[in-house]
């Protein structure tokens, strides 16, 4: 039994090598940008009608800007990568249920490449409501020699963040393994409707954690401007 999609070769020539990651990210992405084009292409379609597609997706990007403006006030700002992240994790283990898919996010170089982005996606707003100086300042408080224990911190949050969504999509997709090995008659459905309960929980779980680390650094230029 394969642990991860990586293990799963499906082309290999010379030092090129395709695996089950990187189609399945492949598909996941294609998938997100055709939805999305064929939905907006015509929004708000003929005079101001909105189709059921249209409503859906005004209802989902709804339900992420009010879960996001519960953590930072300008929420609008981190919309786009906020939501990108949530529908792409989201899709990404809703597929799981499909025979023969691989969830990417059950390969520790896809959940890793996840939290590099949310880990470059932090400083880059920081530093864009902050400036540079003003952002890299709370480094060095209160003293100099915080700044190794600051990098380690957020180093070490962002490694979290990538291992705590491979391990539990990795451990979920070995235990619905071994439990329709044991019971194929009776476990597949519960087990499906199971995986895809985590699979959305670990989405949204992925996807707050990506904007408390945003609004963190928001609310410490605030704290800086009510301490002067």
Same mark, same amino acid.
């Given at each position: 039994? $394969?642990?991860?999609?990586?293990? !799963?070769?499906?082309?290999?020539?010379?030092?090129?090598?395709?695996?089950?990651?990187?189609?399945?990210?492949?598909?996941?992405?294609?998938?997100?940008?055709?939805? =999305?084009?064929?939905?907006?292409?015509?929004?708000?379609?003929?005079?101001?009608?909105?189709?059921?597609?249209?409503? &859906?997706?005004?209802?989902?990007?709804?339900?992420?800007? #009010?879960?996001?403006?519960?953590?930072? =006030?300008?929420?609008?700002?981190?919309?786009?990568?906020?939501?990108?992240?949530?529908?792409? !994790?989201?899709?990404?283990?809703?597929?799981?249920?499909?025979?023969?898919?691989?969830?990417?996010? #059950?390969?520790?170089?896809?959940?890793?490449?996840?939290? !590099?982005?949310?880990?470059?996606?932090?400083?880059?707003?920081?530093?864009?409501?902050?400036?540079?100086?003003?952002?890299?300042? $709370?480094?060095?408080?209160?003293?100099?020699?915080?700044?190794?224990? $600051?990098?380690?911190?957020?180093? =070490?949050?962002?490694? &979290?963040?990538?291992?705590?969504?491979?391990?539990?999509?990795? =451990?979920?997709?070995?235990?619905?393994?071994?439990?329709?090995?044991?019971?194929?008659?009776?476990?597949?459905?519960?087990?499906?409707?199971?995986?895809?309960?985590?699979?959305?929980?670990?989405?949204? !779980?992925?996807?707050?954690?990506?904007?408390?680390?945003? &609004?963190?650094?928001?609310?410490?230029?605030?704290?800086?401007?009510?301490?002067?």
């Amino acid at each position: 039994m $394969h642990v991860t999609p990586d293990q !799963i070769v499906l082309f290999r020539w010379r030092f090129v090598t395709v695996n089950a990651t990187m189609v399945c990210t492949w598909i996941v992405m294609a998938l997100l940008t055709s939805a =999305s084009w064929l939905i907006t292409r015509r929004f708000p379609g003929p005079e101001g009608k909105r189709s059921r597609w249209q409503s &859906a997706l005004e209802v989902i990007v709804e339900l992420i800007r #009010g879960q996001i403006r519960q953590v930072c =006030s300008s929420g609008d700002r981190y919309l786009p990568f906020i939501g990108t992240l949530f529908l792409f !994790i989201a899709v990404s283990n809703v597929l799981d249920m499909v025979p023969g898919w691989r969830a990417p996010t #059950g390969s520790l170089s896809t959940t890793s490449a996840l939290a !590099i982005a949310v880990g470059v996606a932090v400083p880059v707003f920081g530093i864009q409501r902050q400036g540079w100086i003003g952002y890299f300042r $709370h480094y060095l408080r209160p003293s100099w020699i915080m700044l190794p224990f $600051h990098l380690i911190s957020e180093t =070490s949050r962002n490694l &979290a963040l990538a291992v705590r969504l491979f391990g539990n999509m990795m =451990s979920g997709s070995m235990i619905v393994a071994v439990l329709l090995a044991i019971a194929p008659l009776f476990v597949p459905v519960l087990m499906q409707a199971l995986g895809l309960l985590i699979g959305l929980i670990q989405a949204y !779980i992925f996807a707050i954690l990506a904007t408390v680390y945003i &609004a963190a650094a928001v609310q410490r230029e605030q704290e800086q401007k009510g301490s002067e």
